[in-house]
Structure formats: structure tokens, C-alpha cells
């Protein structure tokens, strides 16, 4: 069974500061997708990594997926209230192309 | 242009009661996705359907949850002999297609289930 594990569960902090978000696997993905989910509301795709040791940046955010395709990073730059969210990693499994999803990191940003 | 769609936002049903869950989603999206979120947590994964093939039943926990997918289209999730660790928000999405590559899930806004 793939599992994806995210670290920190829980993460509160004060605008301005710096965080990473871990999602950890076992397994090798053939891609893998980071989304934020707000309260009431369905995810939305941030970004989709598909080669090993790819690095992308939408803005504050910075997106990583590890060489060995089983683990990634969420970096976030100077934190705002509006990233306030519960973000989830998802791993695109290899052969069946379903989706499995990540533990979730929720995420609040203090003004 | 119109997302995906969920019915009904809010469901509250008595243990044993079935239940039908409704997803429409974007025209012209050939995969479809069910999940489950229990309060604040990730999603699991339930089945899915990528246009004529067999859809893949995989995360279904049970017998009793069964789900189908009209003429490509709309979806229905059904949960017969509902039990209360059924409780949950199901999620509903749909993608242009699938791949190794990944393609954008869109999701609808949920349906938050409660057994009593």
C-alpha cells in the first residue's frame, strides 16, 4: 500500500516567517502534485512535479521533488494570513495513474 | 465555464438509511475521482473512472459503498446500511484525463455526510 506522510501535522505561525512542509514516502510516484484546501471548499492544484530533482517556484512558494521521486517539499517564503490553509501532497502512482494523497499539513499564518 | 458540481452540500441520515451521493462534473473530462475526508485530514482514495475502462474500486471500504458512471458523465456514490464511522465530507473530481504525468484534478465542494 502507498502511503504519503506529511510533517508537520500542524504548523502556526507569524506573518513574515519562513516554513517547509515535508510529504514522505516509500514508494516512487510518477508525479506529484501539491494542493491548498480552504475550509467548505475542494482542493485546488498549487503545482505538479514530474522529474526527480525538480525544482519549481510559483512566486513565495517553491516547489521540490526529491531525486529518488519518493518524497517533496513545500517551501514558503515570507508566510502571508492568505497561505492559511490545509495542504496536501498528492503522489500519482505508478502503472494505475490514481492518486494518493498525503496526511495533510495544516497551515495557519498569524497577521 | 461551469465546475464540478456535488449533491446534496449537506446530508444527515439514520444508521442503516442508504444513501446516494450526485457529482457532475466539467464536459469533457474523462476521469472521474471519489474521496473521502474525515474532519481536517487527507483524502482516501474511493474509485475511479477513466472513460470506457473498468473503473478502478480499489479504495472502496466496503461492500456497501458502490459507485457508478453514466454515459461518461454524471456519477453517483451510494453508501446502503450507512454506519456511523461512514460520517465524512465525499469529494468529487474530475481531470481532462490520466497519465504518469498527472493532470489537474478539479473538485467540487463536497458533500458532508453525517450518520446519526
Known amino acids: 500500500t502507498q502511503l504519503l506522510e506529511q510533517s508537520p501535522q500542524f504548523l502556526s505561525i507569524q506573518e513574515g516567517e519562513n516554513l517547509t512542509v515535508y510529504c514522505n514516502s516509500s514508494?516512487?510516484?510518477?508525479?506529484l502534485q501539491w494542493y491548498r484546501q480552504e475550509p467548505g471548499e475542494g482542493p485546488v492544484l498549487l503545482v505538479t512535479?514530474?522529474?526527480?530533482?525538480e525544482v519549481k517556484k510559483l512566486k513565495r512558494l517553491t516547489f521540490q521533488f526529491g531525486d529518488a521521486r519518493k518524497d517533496s517539499s513545500l517551501h514558503i517564503t515570507a508566510a502571508q494570513p492568505g497561505d492559511t490553509g490545509l495542504y496536501l501532497c498528492?503522489?500519482?502512482?505508478?502503472?494505475?495513474?490514481?492518486?494518493?494523497f498525503g496526511t495533510g499539513t495544516r497551515l495557519k499564518v498569524l497577521a | 465555464g461551469a465546475g464540478v458540481s456535488q449533491s446534496p452540500s449537506n446530508k444527515v441520515t439514520e444508521k442503516g438509511k442508504d444513501v446516494e451521493l450526485r457529482c457532475d462534473p466539467i464536459s469533457g473530462h474523462t476521469a472521474l475521482y471519489w474521496y473521502r475526508q474525515s474532519l481536517g485530514q487527507g483524502l482516501e482514495f474511493l474509485i475511479y473512472?477513466?472513460?470506457?475502462?473498468?473503473?478502478?474500486k480499489s479504495g472502496l471500504p466496503s461492500d456497501r459503498f458502490s459507485a457508478e458512471r453514466t454515459g461518461g458523465s454524471v456519477s453517483t456514490l451510494t453508501i446502503q446500511r450507512t454506519q456511523q464511522e461512514d460520517s465524512a465530507v465525499y469529494l468529487c473530481?474530475?481531470?481532462?484525463?490520466?497519465?504518469?504525468?498527472?493532470?489537474?484534478?478539479?473538485f467540487g465542494p463536497g458533500t458532508r455526510l453525517t450518520v446519526t
Open positions: 498528492a503522489g500519482v502512482s505508478s502503472g494505475t495513474y490514481k492518486y494518493i
Open positions: 473530481a474530475s481531470s481532462l484525463g490520466f497519465g504518469p504525468s498527472g493532470y489537474e484534478q478539479y
Open positions: 514508494s516512487v510516484f510518477s508525479s
Open positions: 473512472f477513466q472513460g470506457n475502462s473498468a473503473p478502478d
Open positions: 512535479v514530474v522529474t526527480g530533482g
